[in-house]
């Protein structure tokens, strides 16, 4: 199989970007594939041994193959659960896209099958006054994964964030439906409503609150997707 890489984002923060770089780090390792993710910028950490570690990073350090130092996985990272501009400005720090790119790049020289770059928020989060999180992602120029948050409202963040990405002259590999079925009314004239009207494919639902065997099923077959 060749190469994979991806940027995963989603319909706003919390919509399922970690769940999902997890669960498809742990796929691709499940079939002999050296995998690893990056979360490039973290707002929201706590200290363990002095050290600013980001809950996103450690899992995704955890659920790849290939063994990473921490600060391969996540080279900034901020305390506060902000927004991480404001996060950086309080520190009086700058984060720049090439700074970002550089510490991407280095860690994908690591010889690897399947790489996950995860966002933080949505697609439009501010990186400084004038660069955006979707600045490194045009950058790095990888295929793009939606996670779509299934809750009232997710239609118009879903259309507006794939219409962005588009806009940004970046491949859509796929959205995926994350969570909803039990407790978003009309789930299914919803699903079908984005399967409709989004030309990208989906590859996936994944329900909530899986038993480990439900999502180890529901992952490898989003890895299929993915591959096919
Ligand atoms: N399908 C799911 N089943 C069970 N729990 C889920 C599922 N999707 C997300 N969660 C949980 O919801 C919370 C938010 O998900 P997650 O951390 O993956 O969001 P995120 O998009 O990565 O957010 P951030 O912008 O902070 O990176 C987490 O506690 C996660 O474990
Ligand atoms: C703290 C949170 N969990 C994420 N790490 C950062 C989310 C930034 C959102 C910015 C915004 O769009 O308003
Ligand atoms: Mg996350």
Redesign the pocket.
């Known amino acids: 199989m060749a190469k994979q890489q991806y940027f995963i984002t989603?319909t706003d923060?919390?919509?399922?970007?970690?769940?999902v770089c997890v669960g498809l780090l742990k796929a691709a390792a499940r079939r002999q594939l050296r995998s690893m993710g990056i979360k490039p910028i973290a707002a929201?950490a706590e200290k363990i041994d002095g050290k600013l570690r980001n809950d996103?990073a450690l899992q995704i350090q955890a659920a790849g193959s290939i063994s990473l130092r921490y600060e391969q996985v996540n080279p900034v990272v901020f305390e506060p659960p902000i927004a991480p501009h404001i996060a950086a400005a309080k520190e009086n720090k700058i984060v720049t896209v090439s700074r970002l790119e550089g510490f991407v790049r280095g860690t994908l020289l690591t010889p690897h099958d399947f790489a996950l770059v995860?966002g933080?928020?949505g697609w439009r989060v501010p990186l400084n006054d004038r660069e955006l999180l979707s600045d490194l992602a045009k950058r790095l120029a990888i295929p793009v994964i939606v996670?779509v948050d299934m809750r009232l409202g997710c239609l118009n963040h879903a259309f507006l964030t794939m219409e962005a990405i588009r806009r940004d002259g970046l491949p859509i590999a796929g959205w995926i439906a994350?969570?909803g079925q039990n407790e978003m009314n009309c789930y299914e004239e919803n699903l079908a409503t984005l399967n409709n009207m989004v030309s990208a494919p989906l590859l996936g639902s994944?329900?909530?609150?899986?038993d480990s065997q439900t999502a180890e099923e529901e992952f490898d077959q989003l890895l299929q997707n993915l591959s096919s």
């Open positions: 989603g923060t919390d919509a399922g970007k970690t769940h929201g996103d995860e933080a928020g996670v994350n969570g994944l329900s909530w609150q899986q």
